[in-house]
């Protein structure tokens, strides 16, 4: 082989070092001389087996005593396994004798599999059968104790067990060597332990086991770890509790069970032995995954799930993966879980967790040729041993293709190839099947019309032939006014230049010359009147894409991605800039969502993204920050952009524009307090003063985000309460006091909200509005926040107050600041005094942000403006509150103005005035904004209404310092 020369010696070399360690232990194991070249083949295959066999000798012998690396009886090692727990004493002991046990077998597995000893499906199966044995051994070890402790569950068929649900591979028996596992815990029902003295109650009791079952597995030590055991798709995701009873598990999947969540059930078994506890289990779980009849409106869910792969293959680069890249291992599990889904319900034999059996059943069943499911499964199989291959050098959960010399000799010599281009040109050959077959179950039609449609025949001349200005314009003398057409002939002829200076391809010079075509006739359908400034918009995201072939094709290949790409441009230079700037958004326009009924209920759009963000950390691993922040900041550039385009397309009034945009924000907020809190405590531990589930620590949102009005690119006003003793510190190995604990959680949250990635910022933050501003702490305690509030703090701070509420945090510490915030704003004030700061805080703003010489009107600062109504709004509240109470009770304007009129400061129609002028203004605020202008136009209607405001504005503030200044 071509590279023979330069791999052979950088595996010696390894080899010779590990052997010389393992020489020098031969007087104590002699045998070790019997298997030199054993042993010396397995060290050139796999660093992982070599580091082990090399360091701890004890482990090779034992191996080579039992012929475990020719053959193994592991039905016969896991029994040994459960003998070997009733020994243990510990929990200590139990984690050493698990990692102990799970380093030597799937070494000697390695070992196996890497000399031909067994084929891949013994390995897969093998691999399942050991997982289950260390997790139902340290389970029923744990269950032990803990009854021994609290009392054992009892229900009507005895002893309540914690079921154990395996998902994914190890639930269908074909676990990879290197992976972690998915879990989902349960019991049966509610009740208490039967302990004579301190009865616990299931729930806790169950939460406990499964705490420490997943630290048994998934701790690392001085052995390793077990398992990584990722908990993530259970109901609710990382933010539902680690176990549920039945019931609870049933309400969730009949209610709120979502599509992917039934893919994922196919596989979910059940490790505990069969009683009628599982049984109950399997019961409540066969509806939901299985319908009764043939369920093809699943197909659409199909083309969903595909389009979400083709988008990860896009944004990942994914092209080097034999898992996920396109004819990847998982095409084969989406494929045969398709046909599960549409007929499980109907055809019990498909009702099976093994992907292989399943595949078998759609020749039986006469669904697919006999020819084409030998050829899958065989490729599939040549994927797996691959993908094992990888896994077993160094014990790491990948499906990257190396570029190392080293592992791309293994992969050659274990799989059978004389090089490792010859291994690569049969992968893209098994690939491109799986691909294939994969395409052919979620085939679209295309729409060819257009290839016999002469105004498309038009736009392909305009693009490939050379002509003059004068020929243009005649070309589409039907479409275009004459000077428009010479425009559009000078930028098209601009756009074919700049691409000159782009390095493409020859594959994207070929999809251009298809796409520019679709690209000119789609826009002269849709947008005849609008080509001069929508043309120069449209060329900046193809620019922004040569470079991404892959991104060239999307719009080439989907005419409706393509459309309302259009579209969008021509209604919004915001949302061009976004794609511009994001070429990832494209996927968005895959499916239209935008194009739906919306809904529009704050608390129902929480809970929608927070779902939706759940789902798309699933493809994340937790640990992996980097990969974390650029998800966040994906999830929330394509949840805007799909408000952008519900805005402009006028499905959503302006005050649900402003909920949803503020409910995305709260969503990511949860989401980064969670992680930041998680990193931090990894490192220092939590404050010792907090309960479980606690964490004393409060973010609260000023300003737009705390008045519900937030806009596109708003920034985030937030302040950081905590409520820490002084005296508390952290009970982690690097002990700090809580004060510095909150101030590293405060600088971490900033850190994921304020980094820019390859995706921007998640959010620019804005914490100036502390107590003392930039010169404060960055994270106050509640009881310095009160008094700064009652003693310090200018009018203008108690203003914001006005907007400030609650967004994540703890109840206790939430109910501390309402009790705060409602004391502050129900102070008595000297009116005129209170007049007085307003007005000169009013005026001041005025003077530092309004440009004066514009030519243009800005709606926030000008006269009659958005301001204006903000600021008589915080007065009526700081004026009267302390008579009215109700006046504090919302953080929005529109409702704080329903209260004014309701307790008399306003008539009925003074408030209808005001709230539908701050609509209005609002309103042409937002399009500004997606229209890329700063500056709105005078207007009759603009002028109507600031009128109208600055007569209430009059009336309630300029009157009264008037009188004021008279008296």
């Not at 016999?452 to 589409?476: I, N, P």
Request: proline share 4%; with cysteine.
């Amino acid at each position: 082989m071509s590279t023979e020369k330069t791999q052979i010696p950088i595996i010696q070399e390894n080899v010779e070092r590990r052997w010389q360690s393992i020489l020098a232990a031969s007087e104590q194991f002699p045998l070790f001389s019997d298997y030199q070249d054993d042993i010396k083949q397995i060290l050139a295959l796999s660093p992982f087996v070599g580091e082990l066999i090399a360091t701890q000798p004890k482990v090779l012998a034992e191996i080579l005593e039992h012929q475990w690396h020719i053959h193994a009886d592991v039905a016969s090692l896991c029994t040994l396994l459960a003998e070997q727990l009733e020994n243990v004493e510990s929990e200590p002991n139990l984690l050493a004798a698990l990692r102990q046990f799970r380093q030597t077998h799937m070494a000697a597995l390695a070992w196996r599999d890497l000399t031909h000893r067994q084929t891949i499906e013994t390995s897969l199966a093998q691999v399942s059968q050991l997982a289950d044995a260390l997790i139902m051994g340290a389970y029923h070890w744990l269950y032990a104790h803990l009854c021994e402790r609290h009392g054992t569950p009892q229900g009507p068929f005895g002893p309540q067990p914690m079921l154990v649900l395996g998902m994914g591979k190890l639930g269908g028996h074909e676990l990879n060597f290197s992976s972690d596992i998915d879990l989902i815990f349960a019991y049966p029902l509610k009740g208490e332990t039967d302990h004579p003295r301190k009865p616990l109650e299931n729930q806790p009791f169950f939460t406990k086991l499964a705490q420490k079952l997943i630290a048994a597995l998934n701790k690392i030590t001085v052995h390793g770890k077990v398992f990584r055991v990722d908990m993530r798709l259970r109901p609710f995701g990382e933010s539902g509790p680690l176990v549920a009873h039945f019931g609870a598990l049933e309400d969730y999947y009949q209610d709120q069970g979502r599509q992917w969540e039934r893919y994922a059930m196919i596989k979910a078994r059940i490790l505990n032995p069969t009683c009628r506890y599982t049984e109950q289990l399997e019961s409540i779980l066969q509806p939901f995954i299985y319908r009764r009849y043939l369920d093809f409106t699943t197909l659409d869910a199909i083309r969903d799930m595909k389009q979400l792969i083709n988008k990860e293959l896009r944004r990942r680069q994914l092209h080097n993966n034999i898992k996920l890249g396109p004819g990847g291992i998982r095409e084969v599990e989406f494929f045969a879980q398709s046909f599960q889904l549409i007929h499980g319900g109907r055809e019990a034999r498909l009702q099976s967790r093994q992907l292989i059996h399943v595949l078998h059943q759609l020749v039986e069943l006469q669904l697919i040729e006999q020819d084409d499911i030998d050829t899958l499964i065989a490729d599939y199989y040549f994927l797996r041993k691959a993908e094992h291959t990888l896994q077993q050098f160094n014990d790491q959960q990948t499906q990257l293709l190396p570029d190392e010399p080293w592992p791309q000799h293994v992969l050659t010599q274990v799989l059978g190839f004389e090089d490792y281009a010859a291994f690569l040109a049969e992968l893209e050959q098994v690939m491109g099947r799986i691909h294939a077959q994969f395409n052919q179950l979620v085939a679209e039609p295309g729409d060819e019309a257009q290839q016999h449609d002469s105004l498309f025949t038009r736009c392909k001349d305009a693009w490939v032939v050379t002509m003059t200005d004068v020929e243009f314009s005649q070309l589409f003398e039907k479409e275009l006014a004459a000077d428009n057409a010479r425009i559009l002939f000078d930028q098209l002829s601009d756009f074919r230049q700049s691409l000159s200076r782009h390095r493409i391809g020859q594959k994207g010079e070929d999809t251009l010359a298809k796409l520019i075509p679709e690209l000119l006739y789609f826009m002269l359908q849709q947008c005849p009147g609008d080509t001069v400034i929508l043309f120069p918009r449209l060329c900046s995201v193809i620019s922004a894409i040569t470079g991404r072939t892959t991104y060239l094709d999307l719009l080439h290949e989907n005419p409706s991605v393509l459309k309302q790409l259009i579209k969008l441009c021509a209604r919004s230079e915001w949302i061009t800039e976004q794609i511009r700037s994001f070429p990832l958004l494209l996927d968005e326009l895959l499916t239209p969502l935008y194009l739906q009924q919306q809904q529009t209920d704050i608390t129902l759009c929480f809970a929608e993204y927070n779902d939706e963000l759940r789902q798309a950390l699933l493809r994340v691993e937790p640990d992996d920050i980097e990969q974390l922040m650029e998800q966040w900041r994906q999830f929330k550039l394509s949840q805007q952009l799909r408000i952008a385009a519900s805005d402009i397309s006028g499905s959503l009034p302006i005050a649900k524009v402003s909920d949803k945009l503020t409910a995305l924000a709260e969503v990511m907020l949860h989401a980064v307090l969670n992680s930041a809190w998680g990193q931090v405590t990894e490192k220092f531990g939590a404050p010792g003063h907090l309960q479980e589930g606690e964490f004393g620590f409060l973010i609260l949102g000023y300003g737009k985000l705390g008045g519900y009005e937030l806009g596109y690119g708003s920034d985030l006003d937030l302040v950081f309460l905590h409520n820490a003793p002084q005296d508390s510190v952290t009970n982690g190995k690097k002990a700090i006091s809580a004060q510095q604990f909150y101030i590293k959680l405060s600088q971490r949250i900033m850190h994921l909200l304020n980094t820019k990635t390859m995706a921007g910022q998640l959010y620019e933050t804005d914490l100036r509005l502390r107590p003392s501003g930039n010169s404060g702490l960055l994270c106050c305690h509640e009881n310095g926040f009160a008094h700064y509030q009652e003693n310090e703090a200018w009018t203008w701070e108690h203003q914001a107050l006005v907007r400030a509420r609650s967004i994540v945090g703890d109840t206790a510490l939430h109910e501390s600041f309402m009790r705060i915030r409602s004391t502050i704003l129900q102070r008595q004030r000297a009116l005129p005094a209170l007049v007085e700061d307003v007005v000169s805080m009013r005026e001041k703003m005025r003077q530092h942000l309004l440009d004066t010489k514009a030519d243009g009107l800005d709606l926030k600062q000008c006269e009659g403006g958005i301001t204006d109504i903000e600021f008589m709004t915080q007065f009526w509240v700081l004026g009267y509150a302390h008579q009215f109470p109700a006046l504090v009770k919302w953080t929005d304007n529109l409702r704080i103005i329903d209260t004014v009129a309701d307790v008399g400061l306003l008539s009925p129609e003074q408030a209808e005035t005001l709230q539908s002028a701050y609509l209005t203004l609002r309103d042409h605020y937002h399009q500004l904004t997606l229209s890329g202008v700063k500056l709105a136009s005078q207007t009759d209607v603009l002028n109507e209404i600031r009128q109208q405001v600055s007569a209430l504005w009059q009336s309630c503030l300029g009157d009264k310092r008037t009188s004021e200044n008279k008296e």
